[in-house]
């Protein structure tokens, strides 16, 4: 008895604190606009969107099934109906806001939702796009933000392969392909090695490479799609790449984590990257780790021991429900604040504005406003408890300065006008 005495009691101090030290971080945030270091194209509007196509933008599942029968039934997707209805001003069920979304005006709604995200920049990974979505220049245009190219290595690699004797030939050709893009405005460079191969590097097998560089080519000269796969040629082209990431000076962001079924989630574990932060060739090569779920732990183990190791949790919040904020504690139990950066990875405003919020922890009303500003750390801080804050409020506090300060350090280069841009949040 007396024991559950003090465990009301506790909670109750935590969320007192809790929202007290939430509201001070909102506050601090409130004029630092977002950067989104990691999304993909929007879909362009006006469309109009079926339950299916709602639920689908909250899963990584390619079988149908789970739209139509599954995703109702998670944390994450009932909880995101209840934070969007909020936004829209609805009644929280998926029947109201697929009514409102779909009566609304498309571009009113898209800006809308976009602009309460308060994201300044949106650094764009090309390589994945539906077939309706905008070009990077329909994008700021239709979003009034920011857009910057990521560069996705396979899909550049791919399209160059046929051109090539060998894959000496072949590298060089993708290294020039990544130099134009930077030139040409891109600031980083992404791969997906991780869902066309094993993420455990390891050294390059050059007969290995030849064999899979010529079937690869053949396709490719077939008219059959060139894509890449297996570690031979994979590895190899992320080593080539890496490369030229430091020598450009922009990072290397590593698709790490969950994902879409494609990918076998057992070999996507950061910590196969080792060579990369070891070898002192790739020394001063910035890598970000994207997603990470559920390697957070080990990717925050990384961040706090190389000094240019960066990560993100993108979509594990929201799509991880519950296990989200879990997710954030656990990244920050290791990974300075400096190095969680913010990601939004997704192509629907719909899905942004859910999952800001979902960051946000917004639990009370008043902090709509301030959409966005989040990530860092606030779902910890949210009214769900985390009763060891109470005890490290101070650290918290102090810790959010730094953040505040930290953030301002630059991550990516020359994004704007030849400033640095920040990259976090
Ligand atoms: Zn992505």
Redesign the pocket.
């Given at each position: 008895m007396r024991s559950q005495t003090r465990t009301r009691r506790s909670s109750s101090d935590s969320t007192s604190i809790n929202t007290d030290v939430a509201g001070e971080l909102l506050r601090v945030w409130a004029d630092q606009p977002a950067i989104d270091h990691?999304c993909?194209p929007l879909r362009r509007w006006p469309f109009q969107l079926s339950p299916e196509e709602l639920r689908g933008a909250f899963t990584e599942a390619l079988d149908p099934q789970l739209a139509a029968s599954h995703v109702v039934n998670t944390v994450a997707y009932r909880d995101a109906v209840r934070r969007i209805a909020a936004e829209l001003d609805c009644d929280p069920t998926e029947a109201a806001v697929l009514a409102q979304r779909n009566a609304a005006d498309p571009v009113g709604y898209a800006k809308g939702l976009l602009a309460r995200t308060a994201t300044a920049i949106m650094l764009v990974?090309t390589g994945?796009a539906s077939a309706d979505a905008f070009t990077l220049a329909e994008q700021e245009q239709a979003t009034g933000i920011t857009q910057r190219e990521i560069v996705r290595l396979e899909r550049l690699a791919e399209g160059l392969i046929q051109a090539a004797d060998d894959p000496r030939e072949w590298f060089i050709a993708v290294r020039a392909g990544l130099r134009a893009a930077v030139r040409g405005g891109a600031v980083g460079v992404k791969t997906i090695c991780a869902y066309r191969a094993t993420l455990k590097l390891r050294p390059v097998d050059t007969d290995a490479l030849g064999v899979a560089f010529s079937a690869t080519r053949l396709r490719a000269q077939r008219g059959q799609s060139p894509r890449l796969s297996g570690s031979a040629l994979c590895q190899a082209l992320l080593f080539e790449g890496a490369q030229e990431c430091l020598e450009l000076d922009v990072p290397l962001q590593v698709h790490c984590g969950f994902g879409d079924p494609d990918e076998d989630l057992a070999e996507t574990s950061p910590l196969g990257l080792r060579p990369l932060f070891i070898d002192p060739a790739y020394r001063g090569l910035r890598v970000v780790l994207?997603h990470c779920y559920p390697y957070h732990r080990e990717a925050a183990y990384l961040g706090s021991v190389f000094p240019d190791v960066y990560m993100d949790l993108?979509l594990a919040i929201p799509f991880a429900g519950l296990e989200g904020s879990r997710a954030m504690r656990e990244a920050l139990g290791l990974c300075p604040t400096s190095k969680l950066l913010y990601a939004a990875?997704r192509c629907w405003p719909i899905t942004r504005a859910a999952s800001t919020s979902s960051r946000t922890e917004l639990r009370r009303p008043g902090l709509a406003a301030v959409l966005g500003l989040d990530n860092r750390f606030a779902s910890g801080l949210g009214s769900e408890r985390p009763a060891d804050l109470d005890r490290n409020e101070l650290e918290v506090r102090d810790n959010l300065r730094r953040w505040d300060r930290s953030n301002r350090r630059p991550v990516l280069p020359t994004v704007r006008g030849g400033e640095k841009a920040v990259v976090g949040f």
């Open positions: 990691h993909h990974d994945f994207l993108s990875d």
